[in-house]
């Protein structure tokens, strides 16, 4: 009975080294911004350093009724997005940009500029890096 104790352990101590060597060269990133009408998030999920998945959200924070499209842009280092008359749900826009493998990865320090036009109204804004 001992042993079997003892072998338990054993095969729960490798798969959690098995486990935390698979996720070792993965990092997230989440850059935030807001101004008096939207919310904007964008994740960025790397993996060894050379690849990377990009999501956009965009919410709809201002006064009165979120519209129904939008357009926009979104520049960075790594990718770039454009998007002309999209249809938001409820006021909100969740958009994978995509995943690149082999490729430059988005840096703590990245600079990512959004571009937002909407019933004759535009915005832009700088986002930031959260702690």
């Given amino acids: 009975m001992k ?3 003892i072998l338990i352990v054993m095969a729960l101590i ?3 080294l098995v486990l935390t060597a ?3 060269d993965y ?3 989440s850059f935030k911004n807001e101004t008096d009408h939207w919310e904007v998030e964008y994740f960025v999920s790397i993996r060894g350093g050379d690849s990377e998945n990009v999501s956009l959200i965009m919410e709809y924070i201002g006064e009165g009724e979120p519209p129904e499209s939008i357009s926009y842009s979104v520049d ?3 990718s770039s997005t454009r998007g002309g008359d999209i249809f938001i749900s409820n006021g909100v826009l969740n958009n994978s940009i ?3 493998v082999d490729c430059e990865v ?3 320090d990245a600079e990512i500029d959004v ?4 019933e004759g109204n535009h915005e832009r804004m700088m986002l930031e890096l959260e702690d």
Avoid: F, K, M, P
Wanted: aromatic letters at 8%.
């Fill in 3 to 5: 042993n079997n104790s």
């Fill in 14 to 16: 490798l798969t959690s």
């Fill in 22 to 24: 698979c996720y070792s």
């Fill in 27 to 29: 990092e997230e990133l």
């Fill in 76 to 78: 960075a280092v790594t």
């Fill in 98 to 100: 995509g995943r690149c």
């Fill in 106 to 108: 988005t840096q703590e």
């Fill in 115 to 118: 571009d937002i036009r909407w």
